[in-house]
T-cell receptor, first 115, second 117 residues
Framework: AQTVTQSQPEMSVQEAETVTLSCTYD???????LFWYKQPPSRQMILVIR??????QNATENRFSVNFQKAAKSFSLKISDSQLGDTAMYFC????????????FGKGITLSVRP | GAVVSQHPSWVICKSGTSVKIECRSL??????MFWYRQFPKQSLMLMAT?????????EQGVEKDKFLINHASLTLSTLTVTSAHPEDSSFYIC?????????????FGQGTRLTVV
């Protein structure tokens, strides 16, 4: 079974600083996607970034980037120049294989950006 | 991007009544939709996978007679909470994938906050 682990329940960062959110996973698949989703106080789930496992290059979306270590099964999210609007819960997610690939979510981490 | 619309955003109902929540894919056809339940400060817990034209697949521990799912068209899935009780109060979220995109990315509805009094 696939598992996703986020061991940090909460983190806090000063505005404009950089923060890294950790995620590890377990799978026997060799080709897959990994996602980070953001859930702000509105509770709307928003895709932050996706990584394709067969790509060696780490994905980057503006201030958001990942450190993908396939051998270690680690998928951390780095947020640079943190903004107040980054305050949210962040979930690492892993889709199962197959036609109805369902997402397995980590427990999530609550990130607070301090002014 | 792909848009999923969920309605209503919030609902209050009396104990013993039934509540229907709708999930629509607005600009794509979704053969598969997913229903999640989320408690405050916790992760999303998958309840069931909704398949167009066939029976839903429920996760272990989810009562199928309690949470009725219908996916009658390629753009609409509904979740009906039957004979609701206060313990059913929660945040319910649907998601759908656009098979054309092929990345297994899920698009989420806005969620429905259900309060049973």
């Amino acid at each position: 079974a696939q598992t996703v682990t986020q061991s940090q329940p909460e983190m806090s960062v000063q505005e404009a600083e950089t923060v890294t959110l950790s995620c590890t996973y377990d799978t026997s698949e060799s080709n897959y996607y990994l996602f980070w989703y953001k859930q702000p106080p509105s509770r709307q789930m928003i895709l932050v970034i996706r990584q394709e496992a067969y790509k060696q290059q780490n994905a980057t979306e503006n201030r958001f980037s990942v450190n993908f270590q396939k051998a270690a099964k680690s998928f951390s999210l780095k947020i640079s120049d943190s903004q107040l609007g980054d305050t949210a819960m962040y979930f690492c997610a892993f889709p199962s294989t197959g036609a109805n690939s369902k997402l397995t979510f980590g427990k999530g981490i609550t990130l607070s950006v301090r002014p | 991007g792909a848009v999923v619309s969920q309605h209503p955003s919030w609902v209050i109902c009396k104990s013993g009544t039934s509540v229907k929540i709708e999930c629509r894919s607005l600009d794509f056809q979704a053969t598969t939709m997913f229903w999640y339940r989320q408690f405050p400060k916790q992760s999303l817990m998958l309840m069931a996978t909704s398949n167009e034209g066939s029976k839903a697949t429920y996760e272990q521990g989810v009562e199928k007679d309690k949470f009725l799912i219908n996916h009658a068209s390629l753009t609409l899935s509904t979740l009906t909470v039957t004979s609701a009780h206060p313990e059913d109060s929660s945040f319910y979220i649907c998601s759908a994938r656009d098979p054309v995109r092929g990345s297994t990315e899920a698009f989420f509805g806005q969620g429905t906050r259900l309060t049973v009094v």
